[in-house]
């Protein structure tokens, strides 16, 4: 038998046909479903369900108490925020079976989505973009903007490091922390 190159908390639920990245951790009362593929070195929280054939790259980082439904796709270096939403029916009924119905969900990489929010199937949200808490999401979020609300509304640009950028009269801006310069040009955002 092959040794496992992954932790898993002795109360987490990993099912046959999954694939599961070396250095990942799952913790308590998790459950991986059939078919999904899980990166190198993700973290996934306490009561987690992840469900058939959802990709999380490396390095993605899913807090305590979401659910990460098919269709959903997140790359490399994804945040993935406590009780955060995923949906991935547009129109769900309980007594309407649309299995076959799923919508797909894109959240590129270094992605943040912060606690409670909620993502509705659909969209694509963009590199580095940076969803507030509580935000509800209905439509494509361009790559580092900063959106919070219900619905959720753009206000603002963040660094890949998570820093607002501030643009000055040139339209360029720099990160705090990592130094690196962005600019803004035609309501985008690109590193400099």
């Not at 799923?102 to 590129?108: E, G, I």
Request: charged share 20%; glycine share 10%.
């Amino acid at each position: 038998m092959e040794e496992k190159k992954y932790f898993s908390h002795e109360t987490a639920v990993i099912d046959d046909g999954c694939t599961i990245g070396e250095g990942t951790k799952i913790w308590h009362f998790s459950h991986i479903m059939p078919s999904s593929r899980i990166g190198q070195n993700c973290n996934i929280g306490q009561n987690v369900v992840i469900s058939p054939e959802v990709i999380l790259g490396n390095n993605v980082k899913v807090q305590n108490n979401v659910s990460i439904y098919t269709g959903v796709v997140c790359e490399d270096d994804v945040f993935l925020g406590p009780s955060m939403v995923f949906t991935n029916i547009v129109n769900p009924r309980s007594a309407v079976v649309r299995k076959n119905e799923y919508v797909k969900t894109m959240v590129r990489h270094g992605a943040s989505i912060g606690a409670n929010a909620t993502i509705v199937c659909g969209i694509e949200i963009g590199e580095f973009a940076f969803i507030g808490a509580g935000a509800v999401v209905i439509k494509d979020v361009p790559p580092y903007a900063l959106v919070v609300g219900n619905p959720a509304r753009h206000i603002g640009w963040m660094s890949e490091f998570g820093h607002r950028l501030e643009f000055d009269v040139n339209n360029t801006a720099h990160c705090p922390e990592s130094k690196e310069k962005y600019r803004l040009l035609n309501g985008k955002v690109q590193k400099i």
